[in-house]
């Protein structure tokens, strides 16, 4: 069944790519710990979280090998075994190998892709629209989930791209990181395509738009899926008085995770502050950091390994048994 916007509902976690003891150094190959890869997709999947994406910025699809990211997906995918959708993080430095690598991660079990724009150079309105379009032609029939992060992609898709964007039938969804366009491109897009916020910012925006904020995308499954399937339970029920107070623990969780509460400061370190917070969670041996992205100001590793810890205590209160299925 060929995935469209209404299929995507829930919390959409985006997983990392646990590393092997040696994967800091510059000779290592095959770095994907696939053992606690398999784990870490296991216990992901039975809290119940509804849809996994891989190797976005964390999941360190800049530094993975082609041959490791393929035995990456292959992995999460025979672990999945259908219970969810999959959906491959497939950025790269240029159309074409955008499209060749979607193709074959697309034949390796992935039920959808998960795409930013190339980021060498920024992209102007145009050459979004050009880039996701042409994505399209090339694939037709594979769904597509924007991945919009001003920081890594030199800038924000416009509202009118958005616009643009969804009467594209490919594109079904987009990972948003928030602020003040939000609520514009969320009524842009309409029914078409999924706007999916940050768990932290669904609670409010489902509030408002209920028939059209369905899902939240979640870098934190793999430090505690299960207060996460919970906000995403209660916001599914319309329960707000539930869906406020997790949402409450969890911003308290995140509260020391960005720099000075600095997301630009985060944002340059966000692998090894990653790898920090999800060590320090106890769900998954995240392993090493790939080169060239390996160390961070130690004040800012020790805010995400107290936010991994703040974690933790939220895993340990909410019982996997407790929300699943």
Not at 27 to 34: H, I
Not at 138 to 165: C, H, Q, W
Not at 190 to 213: C, H, T, V
Not at 232 to 250: F, H, M, S, V, Y
């Amino acid at each position: 069944m060929k995935l469209t916007a209404e299929n995507i509902t829930g919390v959409v976690g985006i997983v990392p790519s646990p590393a092997t003891p040696d994967a800091e150094r510059w000779d290592a190959e095959n770095t994907v710990n696939l053992d606690e890869t398999a784990k870490m997709t296991e216990a992901v999947v039975a809290a119940g979280v509804d849809i996994l994406m891989t190797t976005g910025t964390f999941g360190e699809c800049a530094t993975l090998t082609w041959p490791e990211l393929q035995s990456l997906v292959q992995c999460v995918t025979d672990t999945v075994s259908g219970r969810v959708p999959v959906f491959a993080g497939v950025t790269t430095l240029n159309t074409r190998d955008t499209i060749y690598r979607g193709r074959e991660l697309m034949r390796l079990g992935a039920d959808g892709l998960f795409v930013g724009r190339p980021m060498w150079l920024p992209l102007d309105d145009n050459g979004t629209v050009r880039f996701y379009r042409d994505l399209a032609e090339a694939m037709p029939g594979v769904p597509l989930v924007v991945y919009d992060n001003p920081d890594a992609f030199k800038g924000k898709i416009s509202t009118e791209v958005y616009r643009i964007l969804a009467d594209i039938p490919e594109v079904i969804a987009a990972k948003h990181v928030g602020g003040p366009t939000l609520e514009k491109d969320l009524e842009a897009v309409g029914s078409n395509m999924r706007i999916l916020p940050l768990e932290k910012d669904w609670f409010a925006l489902a509030q408002r738009y209920p028939a059209l904020a369905r899902a939240c995308w979640s870098g934190a499954v793999a430090c505690a899926p299960a207060p996460i399937v919970a906000l995403g339970r209660a916001i599914l029920n319309c329960d707000w008085k539930r869906a406020e107070e997790l949402t409450n623990q969890i911003l308290w969780a995140m509260e020391p995770m960005f720099p000075g509460g600095d997301l630009s400061r985060f944002i340059s370190y966000s692998i090894p502050l990653g790898h920090a917070r999800f060590r320090t969670a106890g769900l998954i041996d995240p392993g090493p950091c790939r080169p060239p992205y390996l160390d961070a100001p130690a004040d800012y590793m020790a805010g995400s390994e107290e936010c991994g810890r703040r974690w933790a205590q939220l895993q340990h209160r909410y019982p996997v048994k407790s929300v699943s299925g």
